[in-house]
């Protein structure tokens, strides 16, 4: 099954058809339906989701997926599904309005051919403890999951007051993220000096692996052929984290920030897995004893480095518009994207830090904080730009965070300088001059 639609501009024409986004990335699993959908960090999603999606008339999806054919039904077609089917072709101002109607009339038609399955609405409303608000994804479960009714997850007494569900729809090929954290657990446990790590990672409480029917996914591979992308639903609750982008206090927040480079780079050095997604919304921070203290959140992307070299694990670019390394933006890798390194990563906590640091309520030369909107060539440009003019320089920065930019320079001379040293070589060899250490030393300075 394909991830459910993302909203998109109310002036869109309302599409009579059911959407499939084979290559729809990402959420933020700590965000709410508006936060998550509507803000420009979110708007690469959007794009991404618009220009992969695939549409099927519903007449077509009926006959494909559940063997219905409005045109030559098997029995008369009833009143109640003609009134449902009517609703659901009823124009809408954004897609979010269709998934009601779709559930009650894809329901129907599941009834009316004695289908064991039915349409859910994968609402935190389902949840325990989780805010209502949440975007929904539409899920296929057997009716004897009763999820319509039941909690699908009830919290122990031991489990914090608030926590959040997160729901993933990724790729078959891609390690999930409880997996993941599993093996850098064992690290730690193999590392009596590493106990530390454990205080910067996400405190998963449950997880869950949801497949598609086989005769669903089946269906969808003879529609879509080589465009399907196979997935699965990943279900985490974890504790609630705050986002670093909360933090207010210059101090509170360098600290946050250091330890979850420290964190990211340990996780890579010690237990071989490379993040991929280092964003503002996967920085997060949680309150231990009356002091902050960084997390590294969302390993949806993270994979074992020694897969690095195999080539990707999905179809499509992994990491978040706004903070990808420049050398995953270059125009000449945009449709071969080279292996992911951790110096990537490092450039995209610098982007991170500088989205931090810019203040939104004062005219921006670069428009840091619309990246999201850009394109991959225009981002590109933008960026390198950047570094070659030293844009740090003429960024209006917020009043505490000001102390931050003779940091950022210095950061900012280090990518550029390693960028034109790769440039100048005359061989593949990669010139390694960002590292973990050098970083963290600019930083500390």
């Not at 699993?29 to 959908?37: E, G, R, V």
Request: with cysteine; proline share 7%.
């Amino acid at each position: 099954m394909s991830r459910a639609q993302t909203p998109v501009n109310s002036q869109r024409p309302p599409l009579d058809g059911v959407h499939s986004t084979p290559q729809s990335a990402g959420s933020g699993s700590n965000l709410t339906y508006d936060t998550q959908s509507t803000r420009l960090h979110y708007s690469p999603y959007l794009y991404q989701d618009l220009s992969n999606e695939k549409i099927m008339a519903f007449e077509d999806f009926c006959k494909t997926i559940f063997d219905f054919d409005f045109d030559q039904p098997k029995k008369p077609i009833t009143k109640k599904l003609r009134t449902l089917l009517d609703r659901y072709r009823l124009p809408v101002t954004e897609e979010t309005g269709r998934y009601e109607p779709f559930i009650l009339l894809a329901n129907e038609i599941l009834r009316e051919c004695g289908s064991e399955y039915v349409f859910v609405r994968n609402d935190p409303k389902y949840l325990w403890g989780i805010d209502p608000g949440r975007k929904p994804d539409i899920l296929l479960v057997h009716k004897s999951a009763s999820l319509l009714r039941e909690p699908i997850v009830q919290g122990p007494e031991e489990w914090p007051e608030r926590v959040v569900a997160k729901l993933s729809w990724l790729p078959s090929s891609r390690e999930p993220e409880h997996d993941i954290l599993k093996e850098i657990q064992k690290a730690i446990v193999r590392d009596p000096s590493a106990a530390w790590v454990s205080d910067h990672l996400p405190n998963v409480l449950y997880s869950q692996v949801c497949d598609a029917p086989d005769g669903i996914v089946a269906s969808l591979v003879r529609h879509f052929k080589d465009d399907y992308e196979e997935r699965r639903l990943y279900l985490l609750v974890m504790e609630e984290l705050g986002c670093i982008d909360a933090i207010k206090d210059c101090d509170s927040l360098k600290t946050a920030y250091k330890q979850i480079v420290r964190c990211h780079h340990w996780v890579y050095e010690r237990a071989g897995i490379l993040h991929r997604d280092i964003s503002v919304k996967n920085l997060m921070f949680r309150q231990k004893n009356d002091t902050i203290v960084g997390v590294l959140n969302d390993f949806d992307l993270a994979t074992p480095a020694a897969k690095l070299d195999k080539g990707p694990t999905s179809k499509q670019r992994t990491g978040t518009w706004p903070y990808l390394a420049i050398e995953l933006l270059d125009p000449s890798t945009w449709l071969q994207p080279p292996p992911h390194l951790y110096r990537y990563d490092l450039e995209s906590f610098f982007w991170v830090l500088l989205t931090l640091a810019v203040d939104p309520d004062k005219s921006v030369t670069y428009n840091i904080l619309r990246w999201s909107e850009y394109d991959h060539v225009t981002l590109y440009n933008t960026k390198s730009s950047f570094f070659f003019n030293v844009g740090i320089q003429e960024t209006p920065l917020q009043p505490q965070y000001e102390r931050l930019r003779d940091r950022l320079t210095h950061l900012a001379y280090l990518f550029d300088d390693a960028k034109r040293a790769r440039v100048r070589s005359s061989s593949n060899t990669i010139v390694e001059m960002v590292t973990a250490e050098t970083f963290l030393k600019i930083l500390s300075s």
